[in-house]
Structure formats: structure tokens, C-alpha cells
């Protein structure tokens, strides 16, 4: 079972909006969760990157649902970055110069942290 997607405000910076992408495309991981960019003006998408990896849940997170959900996006002006809340309180940041997505909170660790997306260690078989 999936929690359904939590009410969402895209975030404009200049001449383009970020949001969730909606889109289905074969390589994409049922549940991953993916923001997209597109242009305010022709509304054409402009890139996609993956936020959340159903896969790497912490153990502990809450169960059953196989997809986390963004909920809230902030632009961070000073690091050329968007902060991005999840569903229960992960936050990831975007750099928007070379699209890399890292955890800097994990609330089912209970702490601060600073990990690429892609070396978090995946989630225990059970």
C-alpha cells in the first residue's frame, strides 16, 4: 500500500519551477520519488533527478508504504540548492550545478548527516 501524495507547492527560482515529475518512464523504480525542472514560460521539462530511492529506506521508517513523497521544497539562494522535505522528514539537497542529491537528515537516525544519495548503504534484507 502507498500513503497518498501529501498536498504540493512547486517552488519557482527565475524562469524555471521545480516539482514533482509525474512522468513513467521504463527506467524509473516503482516508488522512487523523482523533481523535475521545466521552463515557466513553455512549461517544457528541462531535466529529472531521483530524490528518494524506495530501496534505501532506513529500517524503522514507516511501513507498509513502498513510496515517500515530497512534501515541501526551499530554495537555499546562498548554495545555488533546493532543500527537499520527504513524507517523514528526510531531507535531501539538490545542487543545481551538478544535479547531485545528497541526505543531510535522517529523522530515523535521529541526527544530522552528510551522504551522497548513492553510497547509502542499501536497506537490510529482512
Do not use: C
Amino acid at each position: 500500500m502507498e500513503a497518498p501524495p501529501p498536498e504540493f507547492t512547486p517552488l519557482r527560482i527565475g524562469e524555471v519551477i521545480f516539482r514533482p515529475d509525474e512522468d513513467v518512464f521504463p527506467e524509473r523504480q516503482p516508488g522512487a520519488e523523482y523533481l523535475a525542472a521545466f521552463d515557466v514560460k513553455t512549461n517544457v521539462k528541462l531535466w529529472t533527478v531521483k530524490i528518494a530511492d524506495p530501496l534505501r529506506n532506513s529500517p524503522g521508517a514507516p511501513q507498509p508504504y513502498s513510496a515517500v513523497h515530497m512534501t515541501h521544497l526551499q530554495n537555499l539562494e546562498n548554495e545555488n540548492a533546493i532543500l527537499v522535505t520527504m513524507q517523514f522528514g528526510k531531507r535531501y539537497k539538490l545542487d543545481l550545478q551538478s544535479k547531485t542529491v545528497t541526505l543531510v537528515f535522517n529523522p530515523f537516525e535521529g541526527k544530522e548527516k552528510t551522504a551522497p544519495v548513492g553510497d547509502m548503504p542499501p536497506r537490510p534484507k529482512r
